[in-house]
């Protein structure tokens, strides 16, 4: 919900994310000035109530939502930054928290539904040439909302396919959720990337089919609300 506050392009700006807090009600219980935004890159099950099982990556990035460009950290921030270090984590205070979500999401946004719809591990998933292609053309849609909201990324989609890939067969934690009867995460994932097309103007037809794919799939077994 506090993904608009900054560091996106200034006719953005303060906007609430409809698909994410459609009443604002999260947005007035947690006023954005009291969030510090963070990316974790960690790979983690949940093997058992109160039993979380690391698998890979021990890194988290932290940053003031409301941050501009060329704004130094808050002095929380580093604060906080030092307070996750002595934990035993690997700490980078980011300039632009948004752009770091961003990119997290882009390859989430794709690989997250996909293994919710199919039951496959990542390497399943991107072995497929057409699957594969499909999610590209995702990814394309949400590299050309990046660079209207100021949020570009360099990367092509096949270069964060090769990084994946590199992490070996793993469940994404959507499919996880769906294996064990939970709500899944489809609104903060995909259908916010959506919303972020429509206030862009730009068109995401596979990002729309991937969307409802996953949200009538995920209906059928309960996990949504129709």
């Keep these: 919900w506090w993904f608009l506050a900054g560091g996106v392009d200034a006719s953005l700006r303060g906007l609430q994310l409809k698909t994410v807090d459609p009443q604002g009600e999260i947005a007035q219980a947690i006023p954005t000035k009291q969030v510090i935004g963070s990316v974790v890159h960690a790979s983690c099950s949940l093997d058992a109530p109160g039993v979380v099982r690391r698998h890979f990556g021990n890194s988290i990035i932290v940053g003031e939502p409301m941050t501009l460009l060329g704004d130094e950290p808050t002095p929380r921030l580093l604060a906080l930054a030092e307070l996750l270090r002595a934990g035993g984590l690997e700490v980078k205070v980011s300039s632009n928290i948004q752009r770091d979500a961003w990119y997290k999401l882009w390859g989430n946004m794709t690989m997250n539904p996909v293994s919710a719809i199919t039951g496959a591990t990542t390497d399943k998933i991107l072995g497929d040439p057409l699957v594969r292609d499909f999610i590209t053309r995702v990814m394309l849609e949400a590299k050309a909302i990046g660079e ?27 499919l996880q959720d769906v294996e064990a009867g939970k709500p899944i995460e489809l609104d903060a994932i995909v259908g916010a990337v959506q919303e972020l097309g429509c206030l862009s103007g730009v068109a995401t037809p596979f990002t729309d089919a991937l969307l409802g794919l996953t949200r009538l799939q995920a209906q059928q077994r309960g996990l949504l609300p129709a």
């Design 148 to 174: 209207q909201i100021g949020l570009p990324i360099a990367d092509l989609p096949e270069d964060r396919h090769k990084v994946t890939l590199k992490l070996g067969a793993f469940k994404t934690s959507m």
